[in-house]
């Protein structure tokens, strides 16, 4: 069973939706090939008082997408040299966002070895950290503001996975510590448990 996720699985708090994206599949289509990592990592970025959130100095042209409708991309660039993909959350005018940080395939039978780096038919290939992810699905500034549908190549779908809550980790997020002691150990990276 494959489904595209609708906006409407987006359109609800952040943190749920993040941790219902944890077993979902992120899919691209690129070059006439079509690319689907199973989501194994996010974190949860929620209102404009997250001091770890773009939005938390208020309504820019960069974050204007995350005060807009969810189940919008929300790409950006960060260290001169990374993109980061990111889904919008919530309500209108309430910034929110996901930003997906690690996914998960198995390598088919049939595989070419550019396709897998060599790995071997059935072995699990992670993909980890949020700008090999983004790199991976060849995902750029180009996605900003597109949403998250077949027709724009990049979407996400139930494959049928159930993650149970005690196969999900919670703790703080990665690299936020500019946000202050409260916002910083907010426990909203989810992590899927092998």
């Known amino acids: 069973m494959r489904k595209v996720l609708p906006a409407k699985f987006f359109a609800r708090p952040t943190l749920a939706v993040a941790r219902d994206l944890l077993g979902k599949y992120i899919v691209r289509e690129w ?5 689907a990592l199973m989501i194994t990592e996010v974190e949860a970025y929620d209102g404009p008082h997250d001091r770890a959130s773009h939005a938390s100095r208020g309504r820019t042209p960069r974050t204007s997408v995350m005060f807009g409708p969810a189940g919008v991309f929300y790409v950006y660039f960060t260290y001169g040299m990374h993109w980061m993909l990111n889904i919008v959350t919530g309500r209108r ?19 070419e070895k550019e396709t897998v780096g060599g790995a071997n ?8 950290g949020p700008a090999r992810l983004a790199k991976f699905l060849h995902a750029t500034g180009a996605q900003n503001r597109l949403r998250a549908v077949r027709a724009t190549g990049l ?4 494959r049928g996975v159930r ?10 997020r990665v690299g936020v510590d500019y946000a202050g002691a409260i916002w910083a150990e907010k426990p909203y990276n989810l992590t899927m448990l092998p």
């Open 31 to 35: 070059r006439g090939r079509t690319i």
């Open 93 to 111: 005018d309430y910034p929110a966002a996901v930003l997906i940080r690690a996914g998960a395939y198995r390598v088919p039978a049939a595989a």
């Open 121 to 128: 038919p059935g072995t699990l290939v992670r993909v980890t």
């Open 155 to 158: 979407w996400f779908e139930d």
């Open 163 to 172: 993650v149970p809550r005690a196969k999900i980790a919670r703790k703080k």
